[in-house]
């Protein structure tokens, strides 16, 4: 079953085999929201630099104490943190897939066995049979054209999706979509803002690349730019539809 959820600017599609585990998703969603709004109250800067956040920067309380404060840091927000350090940008721009993948977490311990959580084109997902991941490119003549098959697999899978051109989402590059798999969707989610941040024109897509394969857990890119389609790494097979 698939069920749509909305959160303030958090809108996520859900899929599941149980209702019980949407309902897990929904309430780790809601849970990592509280803590990330709460920490961003006192940490403004963390919404909006566009730069490296150092866990040293950040302040959680009144307490004076800021070592002792350093505890209390809500894991989402060092996930963040990690994942946009690797390339150097701020942390906001692995918001959609962090939450995703938590999300996915908590499904997977709760035992379910595929689960799929699809933020705003940011996935996480664990799956138990195959199925296919759609990318949205724009006015690109790819876009919802073809799709990426995913293998059964109980390991977390993160594909994430950034574009230039789609959506209200920063971005300093023009590729009609950046698509990049990991081990994470937190890091995916990074690596695919900066992969499209790399792509200015069809000649820059070669080293657009070389922006993200230097980090470890990253299996694979795909770039779309207008009608052309480029690939590195490890990269599922590519299903028309």
Known sequence: ????????????????????????????????????????????????????YRVEQAEVGSDSDRER????????????????????????????????????????????????????????????REVLVGIYAGESPFSDRIALKINPSSSLLGICTSSGTVGHSISFGTADAATVLSNSASLSDAAATTLCNSVTDAHSIPKAFRSINHVEGIEGALIIYKDKLATWGKIPEIARL
């Not at 859900?14 to 309430?27: F, L, N, S, V």
């Open 69 to 128: 404060n350093k505890d209390k840091i809500p894991e989402i927000v060092r996930r963040m943190i990690e994942s946009a350090g690797k390339f150097g940008i701020g942390p906001m721009s692995a918001v959609a897939g962090t939450l995703a993948e938590f999300a996915v977490e908590a499904m997977r311990n709760a035992g379910a066995t595929h689960a799929m959580v699809d933020n705003g084109g940011d996935v996480a997902l664990i799956c138990d």
């Open 1 to 52: 079953m698939k069920e749509s959820f909305r959160l303030k600017e958090t809108s996520v599609w859900i899929t599941a085999d149980e209702k019980k585990y949407i309902e897990i998703a929904k309430e780790e969603i809601k849970q990592c929201r509280k803590e990330l709004e709460r920490f961003a109250r006192w940490n403004p800067y963390f919404l909006v630099t566009l730069e490296s």
